[in-house]
């Protein structure tokens, strides 16, 4: 195996081959031809030193090995945008007139509409928006390097001040050949705590609310260590869909990917996963001018 490493345009080949289906279309996708897709496959077989994707007369599909392979680039090109906005974030912070500071979910499916609701009412704002987990929200605010943050978390710590602005529930999803997408009975909260899982990182608010429903399980029982903890939602779709275990994620980071079949909801009962999402600001200094005006959007939207 090469010891140099492979290109992110490749590894979104790969993944975009397990997700669309077949070569050709993940080609199409690229906006490359099919004989410089199949190239770039090979090339990156030969670095990596397993076979990704098994050529037949019905066409192409990952092997074993590729599922694994995809889970772990999908972890690779979300860590690749994250240090994206990461920078876009940095070259706007000395003009930024607002700093904010979101959790992945928020950020991702409902911080967009703020701001341009935000933009509308007060065009000649410019805003700086950290995207980083629940915990470290509550941090920035606490240290005050921004002036407002969103979280997801069951509770937020002493010294911040909160308003309600959603709610959110996370469910169960697996790939469609995972043996939970044919059940024909629900899952239990015990059996889902009893069993490895793909989640977040631990900080998260998505992670934060797993735990203390797990917590709440009544009589205790024995919790399974997580198959895989990743930074964003992506990287845990990814891995989900590439069939290393079930997953539990936001609704609104999979709903797209269920209707289309991408993931399966798995239904379950006996554990509470809804959870609220909060604004949070430094307790003793009263939001104003565009923070305040933030705000009231994002609780009346």
């Known amino acids: 195996m090469s010891s140099a490493l492979p290109d992110l345009d490749s590894l979104k080949l790969l993944v975009d081959v397990g997700e669309l289906g077949s070569l050709g279309r993940a080609a199409r996708a690229a906006g490359i031809a099919q004989p410089s897709a199949s190239k770039r496959i090979a090339q990156l077989e030969r670095r990596l030193g397993v076979p990704l994707i098994e050529r037949t007369p019905r066409g192409s599909a990952l092997t074993a090995e590729g599922k694994m392979v995809a889970g772990w680039a999908a972890q690779v090109l979300a860590a690749a945008q994250e240090l994206m906005r990461a920078v876009q974030a940095v070259r706007l912070s ?8 979101s959790s992945m979910t928020v950020a991702e499916y409902l911080v967009p509409r703020w701001l341009g609701e935000l933009q509308n009412r007060e065009p000649g704002v410019q805003v700086g928006l950290d995207v980083v987990n629940s915990a470290d929200v509550a941090a920035r605010v606490l240290a005050e390097e921004v002036e407002l943050g969103f979280v997801e978390g069951p509770a937020v710590p002493d010294g911040l001040s909160q308003r309600l602005v959603g709610t959110d529930r996370l469910v169960v999803v697996v790939a469609p050949e995972h043996p939970w997408a044919r059940r024909r009975t629900v899952l239990r909260g015990p059996e889902l705590a009893a069993t ?75 554990v509470d996963l809804v959870r609220r999402l909060r604004a949070v600001w430094r307790r003793g200094r009263p939001l104003t001018g565009p923070a305040a005006t933030l705000l009231a959007i994002a609780c009346h939207p």
């Open 196 to 270: 490895p899982l793909v989640v977040r990182e631990p900080g998260s608010g998505t992670r934060e609310t797993l735990d203390v429903a797990f917590a709440g399980i009544s009589p205790a029982i024995h919790r399974a260590s997580p198959r895989l903890e990743l930074g964003s939602n992506s990287a845990v779709k990814g891995a989900a869909q590439a069939g290393v275990a079930p997953a539990v994620l936001s609704g609104y980071a999979v709903e797209a990917d269920v209707a289309i079949g991408r993931l399966v909801e798995v239904p379950l009962t006996g």
């Open 94 to 101: 000395g003009a930024a007139h607002l700093r904010v500071a």
